[in-house]
């Protein structure tokens, strides 16, 4: 089975179930014209995320790694009128096409960009109360997915989903000795799972148009 036959498949799910949506491929575009790695979550993958927003009557959302905004304006499109995702983005360039992104779709005041590392804008929302988040998805750099969870129970109640991208790699995470550390990132957040009580959680292995990856989903217990 090959990349062919994924993203063919991916292109059949996308005609009988996500319509042609202009501004959503505007924004993956204006993405891809500005230089910004072709890394944004598929389309199939998109609906999900806006799937399980909807499926958790997501209100407050967070999301850790912008790019372009392709993810967040999924999850923005999730929300009852009146309702915020905040995400948060490291680099100066990928906030300014996210930004635009974001006015084009008519979506400007119910996404809030903060720019700067996620390490210190998480303790932020922390001390502004802006939580608990009823759906985070942790999308940044891998390597500290292990603190991008810590900070997500801190601003999660019980009944929080927190979804997790691009924690397969290819297979690699079961490489013991990878020099990664995107994977070792992905591997220790693993051994984390592996104890933790405070959240429910399951990894799904995906193959696609984005190749062979997979997601990891959890529910903060109550
Ligand atoms: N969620 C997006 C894809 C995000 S790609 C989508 O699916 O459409 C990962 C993003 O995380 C990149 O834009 C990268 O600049 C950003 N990033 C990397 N390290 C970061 C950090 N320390 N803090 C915040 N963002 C970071
Ligand atoms: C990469 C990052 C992502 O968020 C993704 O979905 C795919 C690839 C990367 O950094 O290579
Ligand atoms: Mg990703």
Same mark, same amino acid.
């Given at each position: 089975?090959? +990349?062919?036959?994924?993203?063919?498949?991916?292109?059949? &799910? %996308?005609?009988?179930? &996500?319509?042609?949506?202009?501004?959503?491929?505007?924004?993956?575009?204006?993405?891809?014209?500005?230089?910004?790695?072709?890394?944004?979550?598929?389309?199939? +993958?998109?609906?999900?995320?806006?799937?399980?927003?909807?499926?958790? !009557?997501?209100?407050?959302?967070?999301?850790?790694?912008?790019?372009?905004?392709?993810?967040?304006?999924?999850?923005?499109?999730?929300?009852?009128?009146?309702?915020?995702?905040?995400?948060?983005?490291?680099?100066?360039?990928?906030?300014?096409?996210?930004?635009?992104?974001?006015?084009?779709? !008519?979506?400007?005041?119910?996404?809030?960009?903060?720019? !700067?590392?996620?390490?210190?804008?998480?303790? %932020?929302?922390?001390?502004?109360?802006? !939580?608990?988040?009823?759906?985070?998805?942790?999308?940044?750099?891998?390597?500290?997915?292990?603190?991008?969870?810590?900070?997500?129970?801190?601003?999660?109640?019980?009944?929080?989903?927190?979804?997790?991208?691009?924690?397969?790699?290819?297979? %690699?995470?079961?490489?013991?000795?990878?020099?990664?550390?995107? &994977? +070792?990132?992905?591997?220790?957040?693993?051994?984390?799972?592996?104890?933790?009580?405070?959240?429910?959680?399951?990894?799904?292995?995906?193959?696609?148009? %984005?190749?062979?990856?997979?997601?990891?989903?959890?529910?903060?217990?109550?």
């Amino acid at each position: 089975m090959t +990349q062919e036959l994924w993203t063919a498949v991916d292109a059949y &799910i %996308k005609e009988k179930m &996500i319509p042609a949506d202009a501004v959503l491929a505007a924004a993956q575009q204006n993405g891809i014209d500005a230089g910004l790695p072709p890394i944004a979550v598929s389309p199939v +993958q998109g609906k999900m995320l806006h799937l399980l927003a909807r499926m958790c !009557g997501a209100k407050n959302v967070l999301e850790i790694g912008t790019l372009a905004g392709y993810s967040t304006i999924w999850l923005a499109r999730a929300l009852p009128a009146g309702e915020r995702v905040i995400t948060l983005e490291l680099d100066r360039k990928h906030a300014e096409v996210s930004r635009k992104n974001f006015v084009m779709a !008519g979506l400007a005041d119910v996404i809030e960009l903060r720019l !700067g590392s996620a390490l210190d804008s998480l303790p %932020k929302l922390v001390e502004e109360r802006r !939580g608990p988040f009823d759906l985070i998805f942790i999308d940044a750099d891998k390597s500290n997915i292990p603190a991008y969870f810590d900070w997500s129970l801190k601003l999660s109640r019980p009944g929080t989903v927190i979804v997790v991208d691009n924690i397969i790699r290819d297979g %690699k995470v079961i490489d013991t000795d990878s020099k990664d550390p995107n &994977i +070792q990132g992905v591997r220790r957040f693993n051994e984390r799972l592996a104890t933790e009580t405070r959240v429910s959680a399951t990894e799904i292995q995906t193959v696609g148009e %984005k190749g062979y990856d997979g997601f990891a989903l959890l529910v903060v217990n109550g």
